[in-house]
């Protein structure tokens, strides 16, 4: 619906942005750090490995000055288990412990609200070698010992706990490294326990603190009005978004979606009765989410399916079909939503009906904790950079944020990706998200100089005006 004036956004409003360890810190092997599950995964050629990060390591005192002039409320970092307890679990690395405690107290010292990631991509590698990572049940007690050393050392000082970044995310696109689909679901399993004693500890630990759940969220909409893509909608809608969080919020797996686990033989085997007791009594306070496009699918059948998966794998739509799912439903281009050059979707409604969605089914307070537009940018030669597609794509979906608040959701602040440049996942530091540009390529690391974009002044402007401003 379209209202005659928007709600202003709320008081105490986080604006602010994102970052992970991994793709920003640098000092890979420094001060006790030891080797993460990214750092060791194949690298796309022609992109940088994570070695060097953009050095926010050594500078995050400058980085968090940049973002203090912008006047962030808030900023999203997480903590690198492997620099906490190198080795996974047992001895507890000082110099790890001390870096965080000076991250935190220099935002503080910049009026800025630490929001802390637990877990961001990086489990420590020694783990997936000793018993495969999450693949193990063991993974959970070691997981609650990383987070229990962070709540005892940050807890009293650390307003906002992110359990898991992207949960979703590693369980549908890497979950092949877990050999079967049952191996895969045992493993997300895992995570899922592990999320909710770490809420629970948290709870009982720092009473003050809230923790949330941070995936990927996103709306699902019918490649068609045909009433089969419809159902395929809403069991994907199940498959990629309620399997996170009905299982975090209610504490129970969607049942549809069990009995199609059950009919394929890909139910995990081990799911104890306190598994599920812990997954009923752990309470998230809020819900994070990460938002970049909403996703279209149609129906497809166990043959089709299998078919065309097969066929899209062999060629560049390999994302296609990796969203496949025979029998339930295929992933489609949507004609009618815009792309940034990365083919990624430019969907500002779809953050809308996000939103809606979310605040309907679990009424708890919302986050957002990434979005945002990921392409190349020019450093010209008097240092400025001109990235007026970033402003406008962060316009639109604050724009989206008020409709959403003027709809009635309760939506605590936005932290789009990423605060400063750093390396992406799988495309390099070519692929640029930051407000804050820094001057390095893929190989040659040059001085990693900060520099204002265009961007950053105008997002100084919406933080400063709590929003109002957004010319
Ligand atoms: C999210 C991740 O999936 O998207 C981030 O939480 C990531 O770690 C971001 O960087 C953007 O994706 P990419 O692949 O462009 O880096």
């Not at 007026?388 to 008020?402: E, G, T």
Request: proline fraction near 5%; charge should be negative.
């Amino acid at each position: 619906m379209q209202f005659k004036k928007l709600k202003p956004f709320p008081e105490g409003f986080l604006w602010g942005a994102s970052s992970s360890a991994y793709q920003c810190e640098g000092a890979y092997l420094e001060d006790g750090r030891t080797l993460c599950v990214s750092d060791t995964a194949p690298i796309p050629p022609g992109t940088s490995n994570f070695n060097d990060g953009v050095d926010h390591y050594h500078r995050f005192k400058e980085d968090i000055a940049l973002m203090k002039e912008m006047g962030f409320k808030e900023f999203r970092f997480s903590i690198a288990w492997p620099r906490i307890l190198p080795q996974g679990t047992g001895e507890v690395n000082a110099l790890g412990v001390a870096h965080y405690h000076e991250v935190i107290d220099e935002c503080l010292k910049a009026g800025i609200e630490p929001v802390v990631t637990l877990y961001h991509f990086d489990l420590p590698q020694v783990l997936q070698d000793k018993y495969g990572g999450w693949a193990s049940r063991q993974c959970i007690d070691d997981y609650v010992e990383y987070c229990k050393v962070c709540f005892e050392e940050y807890g009293h000082k650390v307003k906002y706990f992110l359990t898991i970044n992207e949960q979703n995310m590693m369980a549908l696109f890497m979950g092949s490294q877990y050999g079967s689909e049952k191996a895969c679901w045992q493993a997300n399993h895992h995570m899922l326990v592990a999320q909710a004693r770490a809420m629970i500890e948290c709870h009982k630990m720092c009473p003050e603190a809230w923790i949330a759940p941070a995936p990927n969220i996103t709306a699902i909409y019918p490649a068609s009005s045909a009433p089969l893509d419809n159902l395929a909608a809403m069991d994907f809608d199940q498959f990629r978004n309620r399997l996170f969080l009905d299982t975090a919020v209610f504490g129970v797996y969607p049942e549809a979606l069990v009995n199609w686990w059950k009919d394929r033989d890909v139910y995990p085997d081990d799911i104890t009765e306190e598994d599920m007791k812990n997954l009923k009594d752990a309470k998230p306070d809020f819900i994070a989410f990460n938002y970049y496009g909403a996703g279209t699918v149609k129906y497809v059948s166990v043959e089709d399916g299998e078919k065309a998966k097969k066929e899209a794998m062999e060629t560049a739509e390999f994302m296609i079909g990796l969203m496949t799912y025979p029998g339930m439903c295929q992933a489609v281009n949507n004609p009618l939503q815009e792309m940034t050059s990365y083919g990624m979707g430019i969907d500002p409604v779809g953050l809308r009906v996000t939103l809606r969605q979310l605040w309907e089914r679990y009424h708890l307070p919302l986050l957002i904790t990434e979005n945002g537009c990921g392409v190349p940018d020019k450093l010209e030669e008097d240092g400025t950079i001109h990235d007026p597609y970033r402003i406008d794509y962060l316009r639109k979906h604050i724009v989206a944020c008020q409709e959403a608040i003027t709809d009635g959701v309760d939506l605590m602040g936005y932290s789009p990706w990423s605060a400063f440049d750093l390396i992406s996942t799988h495309q390099g530091i070519t692929k640029r998200y930051g407000l804050i540009y820094v001057d390095r390529d893929e190989f040659d690391l040059k001085e990693m100089k900060r520099y204002r974009k265009d961007s950053f002044y105008w997002y100084k402007k919406v933080c400063e005006s709590n929003g109002a401003d957004l010319d």
